[in-house]
């Protein structure tokens, strides 16, 4: 009986070639190129496209895109620097990053520790990797300027830095203001704030905005400069910390510049017995998934997080592709959800 020979499958530990590829299957490398990158057609026949993906899986090739694109003199890598990764809102921000990406950039991300500005000096030893693009989330002008990029670049959240880069905004003062209108409009006549340590601009521009609607509504608001790094129980620990002498001052709302914040507060609150929004109204920035399921649901200005990290990458990747952009400064709209936190008729 005629044995059939079998396969042979590659050893482990030897890195597998496209020539390699090309040799098991009889083909040329320039059409194992083609195969593995899936421009076949009208170039490959269907019985050599069958032979490649299958010496493809007996040797367990895989297409180094960072490699043939760095020959190229760029890589298919897109860079997200993102000044506090601790904060739940980034995750919609990179699924839109993603999403407008495609399967055809790999999204590298660049963080720092929570409540620390990323460096540029960090960032130049990524730009050795030769990436597509970079896009950075809430940067300052010292930044920008100290990093020095010459390539596609796209800024986020950046109020104010414009005239460095096209940028994709978000117009959080408007919120802000539907907030402390809000508020005034409920009764509430002394209000407290926590911010977050992290001292970006848009921050800052959320509670600036904040502060002046709430004093042209008669509101007082203490400033106590109460700020945490963005984090539940750093959060729940500082409210604990400054609620008697809030509760002496007469504060009946307590507004929180994210709403991871404002978890900690609404925690610290049921340790304590106070009755929300009875006793104590709580709002938050951001609209996480979280604030319209907690109890009671969170009031907070929402923040389409998703939509800016979409807008940036489609920005990023018309720069990439070396078209000219229609609108190289866009502003995303924010708006109040009022919930049962500041709400009675919502409990």
């Known amino acids: 009986m005629e044995t059939v020979p079998r396969p042979q499958q590659h050893r482990p530990g030897k890195r597998v070639t496209a020539a390699m590829v090309a040799a098991r299957a009889g083909v040329s490398t320039a059409t194992v190129s083609l195969v ?116 596609p670049l796209v800024l986020l959240d950046a109020p104010g830095l414009e005239d460095y880069a096209p940028s994709v905004n978000l117009d959080v003062a408007h919120g802000a203001r539907e907030l402390a209108a809000h508020l005034a409009g409920s009764g509430h006549r002394r209000v407290a704030y ?42 729940a620990e500082a409210f604990a910390a400054a609620w008697p002498r809030w509760q002496r001052a007469g504060v009946t709302a307590v507004v929180c510049a994210t709403d991871t914040h404002a978890y900690g507060v609404l925690q610290e609150a049921r340790v304590a017995g106070l009755r929300v929004p009875e006793e104590l109204a709580v709002a938050g920035f951001d609209d996480l998934p979280y604030s319209a399921t907690s109890s009671p649901g969170l009031t907070s200005v929402h923040l389409p997080a998703e939509p800016l990290g979409a807008k940036a990458g489609e920005q990023l990747r018309a720069l990439i592709e070396g078209r000219e952009l229609e609108q190289p400064q866009l502003t995303l709209e924010s708006s109040l959800i009022v919930r049962g936190s500041t709400n009675r008729a919502a409990v």
């Not at 076949?40 to 895109?65: C, F, H, K, P, W």
């Not at 000096?121 to 693009?133: C, F, Q, S, V």
């Not at 010292?142 to 010459?150: A, N, Q, V, W, Y």
């Open 194 to 235: 926590m911010d977050s340590v992290t001292g970006t601009a848009t921050f800052e521009l959320r509670r600036e905005a904040f502060l002046e609607e709430a004093a042209a509504r008669g509101m007082a608001v203490e400033q106590s400069d109460l700020t945490t790094t963005i984090d539940v129980g750093a959060a």
């Open 36 to 151: 593995a990158n899936g421009k076949t057609s009208g170039r490959v026949s269907e019985g050599n496209v069958a032979r490649v993906r299958q010496a493809i899986a007996e040797l367990g090739y895989v297409v180094d895109s960072v490699g043939s694109s760095l020959a190229r003199g760029v890589s298919s890598i897109v860079v997200l620097v993102a000044p506090d990764i601790s904060n739940p809102f980034f995750a919609k921000v990179i699924a839109g990053v993603r999403e407008s990406l495609g399967s055809d950039f790999q999204l590298l991300l660049s963080v720092t520790e929570a409540g620390e500005f990323p460096r540029a000096d960090d960032i130049r030893r990524i730009l050795a990797l030769r990436p597509a693009g970079l896009l950075v989330d809430a940067p300052d002008a010292e930044f920008i300027e100290d990093l020095s990029s010459t390539g």
